[in-house]
């Protein structure tokens, strides 16, 4: 990949986004394109911290995996899409693991590396921590969803959740979601199904179509309180 192209990569992260020509040039030199295959680990949960990674282009889900194995999906993440830098930015163990849904290429920085490149930009440390702050509420929402909510509500919480990055067309499959949400794949079939009979979701092969976005915020929010 030439300079050029890292620099546009990094352009799209909207946390480098406001960096001068000459800043995304520099910081084009420090980052190294590496491919990965579907299902190929870019990481692994308790890793040591060394890289963060941008999505140059594919998709890449992050995940744990509970003691007996069953497999949970955290978040997925697209092009121009920054991961792996909240354990670099503590330089703590990878919390996750880092894994290619599609055949996909990064482009990553090394941590001491671009430690030295923030040291007198100090606009760029600020939107990393702004950053963080984000990712760490949108953790622990999705925790008090998996503890407290139906599987009916999670999935239209998740559904929402993808809409406001990716549009009403999310390019997901049912076992996607079922890691998403915390359930099986059998369930989310039937779910999907039942917004579908209603008039909420239009299903197919692959993806999920949102048809009426206020019924779904509706049935994310649960039954009313009294």
């Given at each position: ?67 007996s194995g069953r497999e949970f999906v955290i978040a997925f993440f697209g092009s ?62 999705r925790l008090r969803d998996l503890a407290a909510e139906k599987v009916e509500q ?73």
């Amino acid at each position: 990949m030439q300079r050029g192209s890292k620099t546009q990569i990094l352009r799209r992260s909207f946390i480098f986004a406001s960096l001068n020509d000459d800043e995304l040039a520099e910081l084009a030199n420090l980052a190294v394109e590496r491919s990965f295959v579907p299902n190929e680990f870019i990481f692994w949960d308790g890793d040591t911290p060394e890289w963060f990674f941008i999505v140059a282009e594919g998709k890449v889900k992050v995940l744990k995996h509970s003691s007996s194995g069953r497999e949970f999906v955290i978040a997925f993440f697209g092009s121009g899409e920054m991961f792996g830098e909240v354990a670099v930015f503590e330089n703590k163990p990878y919390p996750a693991s880092a894994q290619a849904v599609v055949e996909t290429k990064v482009v990553g920085i090394k941590r001491e590396d671009f430690l030295s490149f923030l040291a007198n930009r100090p606009q760029v440390a600020l939107s990393i921590i702004n950053v963080l702050g984000g990712r760490l509420r949108e953790a622990q929402s999705r925790l008090r969803d998996l503890a407290a909510e139906k599987v009916e509500q999670r999935l239209a919480s998740v559904l929402l959740m993808l809409s406001s990055k990716l549009g009403l067309t999310l390019p997901f499959t049912r076992q996607e979601i079922a890691d998403m949400t915390g359930t099986t794949t059998e369930t989310v079939i039937r779910v999907l199904s039942h917004l579908k009979d209603r008039g909420i979701i239009s299903p197919a092969r692959g993806k999920v179509t949102i048809c009426d976005k206020e019924k779904l915020r509706l049935l994310s929010e649960g039954p009313p309180r009294i």
